[in-house]
């Protein structure tokens, strides 16, 4: 395992589709176990493999930034079967460094995909666990939080952006 580089808005692979995934082998297998160290070392509670510059549909996502072995999902080509309801809530994104802002998300969904064993997974999630999904199988689909945010803020956002990521290279 080893820790991989987080890649920052404006790099091109966050903006893509990513490809599905039609074989899990040892390399989606040593992805997987590198993106939930660099999830749990970043810290945060979701990473989508497109984070790691790898154009694929994988998602990590672990509530307990690894304090629970069993609150671990690791989720390969997940799609949102069923959404409804809505909640706003904050959300940061470790591609989108030093910005947090409120996102309208639905309360429940319905993600199914499949787990490192090749065996479907469907999860019900709510609050929290639904935002935090949608988030992550958004950047799948080469979106990021900020682009569901109104043109007029992401305009406001623009300079905020350039000075928080010139502060994240050392030059601010």
């Given at each position: ?129 639904a ?27 623009k ?8 502060k ?5």
């Open positions: 395992m080893s820790k991989r580089e987080i890649i920052k808005i404006g790099h091109p692979t966050l903006s893509q589709k990513a490809e599905p995934i039609n074989n899990i082998n040892q390399e989606i297998v040593d992805l997987a176990k590198d993106m939930v160290e660099t999830m749990h070392q970043a810290p945060g509670i979701g990473l989508a493999a497109p984070q790691v510059n790898v154009s694929r549909r994988l998602i990590t996502v672990d509530l307990s930034v690894g304090e629970k072995k069993d609150e671990l999902i690791v989720m390969i080509n997940p799609e949102i079967l069923e959404e409804e309801g809505e909640m706003i809530g904050e959300e940061g994104c470790l591609s989108v460094p030093g910005i947090y802002e409120k996102v309208l998300r639905p309360a429940r969904i319905v993600v199914r995909g499949y787990n490192l064993d090749e065996q479907e997974i469907i999860i019900e999630a709510r609050d929290l666990l935002r935090v999904l949608y988030h992550e199988i958004d950047h799948l689909n080469g979106k990021l939080f900020i682009d569901r945010l109104s043109p007029l803020k992401r305009r406001l956002l300079n905020r952006l350039k000075k928080e990521m010139a994240s290279e050392g030059k601010g």
